[in-house]
């Protein structure tokens, strides 16, 4: 039978899961239209410059990449930016999605506790799809219920709307098969070949169990899993024809490692591999291939990644506290970054990559000659984004004044005009690589309603270019851009 665990055991878990925190100096905040360092300096990491997240899982649908991950922006907003972030307010997760890997369109985020009202909190998501036999795609979305259990969120398209399928965890402590762990939270799952799927979670021990047809059950006994010094943050992929099982480390150093391979150092990520997953002897563990983010520079924090191939190239998905120094925040708030990362398919060999500021290049370029969604971003300052129609679409606002960063639009044709889909009072002004950039076009803006307005260009891009949208006006909310000829 299951039971609700008792207050003091779920803050227990909240603080011993809440791994490091250092104090960080204020930072001095620019007053100018330079924003982030995605726009000062260029770099692709972190993912998105407005809003904390960490612990990131994707899917691919339709070409496009999808990237979940843990909103500490909410935790940021109920506790303020320079408090410890214990997690515990956490109710929800963001979604964020790219088919370039690096302007991102931000689909806000996913009320958990409104669609679970039974949870403790939410994080580390682990996401998965499958064509069901109603002939629809079916996302699955598997998320921590705090540290005492792992959840499941369903949909038919990757942006929701979500719902609970359940009315309690998936997976919780008191499950068979769980006595030793305590905390059976930050799942990763994986769908093999054979459509079956598998999920793993635990901390301090792991666990492996076949997951039923309908993807909310448990289809075999939690079985577990040898993961030496295992601390969090579990994930699983199928490279191969084999089960390939990524981990972190704890927080110790380690002299009695006894592997043919070196110690893994303090909280670093790890992994095995085997063919048949429910065999706890048929694991093999490798080595370790993503240090923690205090070794490369980055502040020590808990570390959790996500190994994804995407347009025949892998990704490391990871978080890093970069973004809070920027922010001038104090508080200990991750932002999701990405790396490339090269993996020998044929010997499931991960290489050892750090983590870095500069992030991955532009693998397809923007088409400026058809609609696009203007909380597509690669840098930003001064926005934030609303709801608006349908589920997953975002219009960006400001108040006063902002900017917006898109890179690599291919102007391989003339453009004569640009067109804005707009709300609010003032005027859109875009700038060829940079808010001091030559003026490409400007759009007065004059509407009470969502409508289309019209600029002829001053000048058109030729070949490919950088476009800064500069906001200036009282409450703008800006839909959609595009150029016409």
């Known amino acids: 039978m299951r039971t609700k665990p008792p207050v003091h055991f779920i803050l227990t878990i909240l603080f011993v899961l809440s791994g490091c925190s250092h104090e960080i100096p204020q930072a001095i905040l620019t007053a100018d239209w330079s924003g982030t ?25 339709e070409g496009r990449l999808y990237v979940y991950a843990t909103n500490d922006q909410q935790q940021c907003d109920e506790k303020g930016p320079d408090s410890d972030n214990t997690y515990e307010r956490i109710k929800s997760l963001a979604m964020m999605s790219t088919e370039d890997m690096v302007n991102w369109t931000w689909h806000g985020t996913i009320d958990v506790e409104a ?3 039974w949870i403790v909190a939410s994080w580390a998501p682990s996401v998965v799809s499958r064509v069901e036999e109603d002939g629809l795609m079916h996302f699955y979305l598997y998320f921590s219920n705090s540290g005492v259990g792992s959840g499941v969120l369903t949909s038919t398209s990757p942006t929701g709307p979500w719902t609970s399928p359940l009315h309690r965890s998936l997976v919780d402590y008191s499950d068979p098969g769980n006595e030793d762990c305590e905390h059976p939270f930050d799942p990763g799952v994986v769908i093999d070949p054979e459509g079956t799927g598998w999920i793993t979670f635990g901390a301090g021990v792991s666990k492996i169990a076949r997951l039923g047809k309908d993807m909310i059950s448990l289809d075999s006994e939690i079985t577990p899993l040898p993961a030496k010094f295992h601390f969090e943050a579990n994930e699983l992929n199928f490279i191969n024809d084999t089960y390939v099982y990524t981990y972190n480390t704890d927080w110790k150093e380690h002299s009695d490692w006894n592997l043919e391979v070196p110690a893994p150092s303090i909280c670093c990520m790890s992994y095995m591999t085997s063919k048949t997953p429910l065999e706890p ?10 240090r923690n983010p205090g070794e490369n520079g980055f502040d020590y924090s808990n570390n959790h990644t996500h190994l994804h191939k995407y347009k025949g190239q892998w990704y490391i998905f990871h978080h890093t506290m970069s973004l809070r120094h920027n922010l001038g925040v104090k ?3 991750r932002n999701v970054s ?8 044929s010997t499931l060999s991960i290489k050892m990559v750090p983590a870095t500021y500069e992030g991955v290049s532009q693998v397809d370029a923007v088409d400026p000659f058809i609609w696009q969604q203007m909380e597509m971003t690669a840098g930003t300052k001064d926005v934030f984004f609303e709801p608006h129609g ?12 902002g900017s917006i960063l898109v890179r690599g639009a291919d102007f391989d044709k003339k453009a004569r005009k640009l067109i804005i889909s707009a709300i609010g009072t003032g005027r859109i002004e875009v700038h060829e690589n940079c808010p001091s950039g030559t003026l490409i076009s400007a759009v007065d803006i004059d509407s009470p309603e969502m409508s289309e307005m019209k600029s002829v260009l001053a000048v058109s891009p030729s070949g490919k270019a950088d476009l800064c949208f500069l906001f200036k006006g009282t409450d703008l909310k800006i839909d959609m851009w595009k150029f016409g000829r």
């Not at 002897?281 to 993503?290: A, E, L, R």
């Not at 990405?338 to 398919?345: L, P």
């Not at 349908?390 to 004044?401: D, K, L, Q, Y």
């Open 37 to 61: 360092a995605k726009l000062e300096k260029g770099y692709a990491n972190p993912l998105i410059d407005f809003n904390f997240t960490a612990d990131p899982t994707a899917v691919e649908h």
């Open 115 to 117: 669609l679970a009202p």
């Open 281 to 290: 002897s048929s694991w093999t563990y490798h080595d370790n291939y993503f």
């Open 331 to 333: 508080g200990g708030y």
């Open 338 to 345: 990405v790396d490339r990362i090269d993996i020998d398919e």
């Open 390 to 401: 349908a589920t997953g679409n975002m219009v960006a606002c400001s108040h006063t004044t």
